[in-house]
């Protein structure tokens, strides 16, 4: 089962390219992001953390560091880009 949801995590979040284009799906559905709930974790101690292997340790570190960064690095220039004030039209 770790494998399993090891191999869906990774192919979710920790792939630049799928990131930006999650990202870049959502701006061109919505014309912009106005939040990131950037909230990465996986539970590997179900039994224990004297059960917890150093491998799938390793692989939970950097695949939560690396996919929150990720989410950050390419939601940020969406984010801080100039945004046009609608026009306001007063009869």
Not at 9 to 33: I, N, Q, Y
Request: proline share 4%; net charge positive; with cysteine.
């Amino acid at each position: 089962m770790l494998a399993r949801m090891r191999r869906r995590f990774r192919e979710a979040v920790t792939r630049e390219a799928d990131v930006k284009g999650l990202l870049d799906a959502c701006v061109s559905r919505w014309g912009r992001v106005d939040c990131l709930f950037n909230n990465a974790g996986a539970s590997i101690a179900d039994n224990g953390i004297e059960t917890i292997a150093v491998e799938d340790f390793d692989w939970v570190v950097s695949s939560v560091l690396r996919s929150t960064m990720l989410g950050m690095k390419h939601v940020a220039p969406i984010m801080m880009a100039p945004v046009a004030s609608p026009a306001l039209r007063v009869p």
